[in-house]
């Protein structure tokens, strides 16, 4: 199953993974605290989370057992993560692009994927924060935990130890590429429905049509056709 450590507060597990992995000997090692102070998202953005009520897990792959390119990998990271919680709370979990996770239509887990050497090793270092428990989220009106959103109270450490199971097991056993391209367009939110998105500060209707192996969105807007689009480049409203 791999290691998995605890602390009781960190700033954030994705930067202090690195020390942990001079005790380890695994292909997979992990970290998670319940008080992240310092959280880290996608491109710079912050993740807050109250303390004692979310978790914030970071599980570092050795590179070398890794044979996918690294918008694959991402993907794969947020189909077994969506598994995870759909098995779990038996309900329709959905992919954001590129990889935060949905429930009913609010955001219960963001993912930060980044590429390290360490220790003369290469890792993958996949970061998660977990709403688990948390019941207000001031402004985020696009923010929900798996308490507000199905209205069950988890064990933080069972989770952890079950998440860390899970996910180290799958990553034992990948897919192809094309099946992992699949599953991801298959459980991808809003894919074929009609939305807003907001690109170069304007608004305009889409359909998302699917993801493709380059990391690219397509879209099908009304005004400008069928197009496509990296991270940041266009925004879903929600």
């Not at 759909?86 to 992919?95: E, H, P």
């Not at 996910?167 to 094309?178: A, F, G, T, V």
């Not at 009609?194 to 690109?199: G, Q, T, W, Y």
């Not at 493709?212 to 879209?219: A, M, P, Q, R, S």
Request: hydrophobic letters at 35%; proline letters at 1%.
């Amino acid at each position: 199953m791999g290691q998995l450590f605890y602390l009781k507060e960190c700033s954030s597990t994705n930067d202090e993974i690195s020390r942990f992995l001079l005790y380890g000997n695994s292909d997979f090692t992990a970290l998670y605290t319940f008080n992240q102070t310092k959280g880290r998202g996608q491109y710079g953005n912050t993740w807050a989370a109250a303390a004692g009520k979310n978790i914030a897990y970071t599980l570092a792959v050795k590179a070398q057992s890794i044979l996918l390119s690294d918008f694959i990998f991402n993907y794969y990271t947020a189909v077994i993560i969506r598994d995870f919680l759909a098995n779990l709370t038996d309900n329709d979990v959905k992919i954001k692009w590129p990889n935060d996770i949905i429930l009913k239509n609010k955001k219960i887990v963001g993912i930060l994927i980044e590429k390290k050497k360490i220790n003369q090793n290469n890792y993958f270092i996949i970061g998660a924060g977990f709403n688990v428990l948390q019941d207000y989220f001031d402004e985020i009106s696009h923010a929900g935990s798996l308490l507000t959103q199905t209205g069950q109270v988890y064990d933080l450490e069972d989770f952890v130890s079950n998440l860390h199971e899970y996910l180290s097991e799958k990553l034992k056993n990948i897919p192809s590429e094309q099946k992992i391209i699949d599953q991801f367009n298959r459980n991808l939110y809003r894919k074929d429905e009609i939305s807003v998105f907001e690109i170069e500060k304007e608004r305009q209707n889409g359909i998302i049509r699917n993801a493709d192996e380059k990391g690219e969105l397509w879209i099908e807007l009304e005004k400008d056709g069928l197009k496509s689009f990296y991270h940041k480049e266009v925004k879903l409203l929600y």
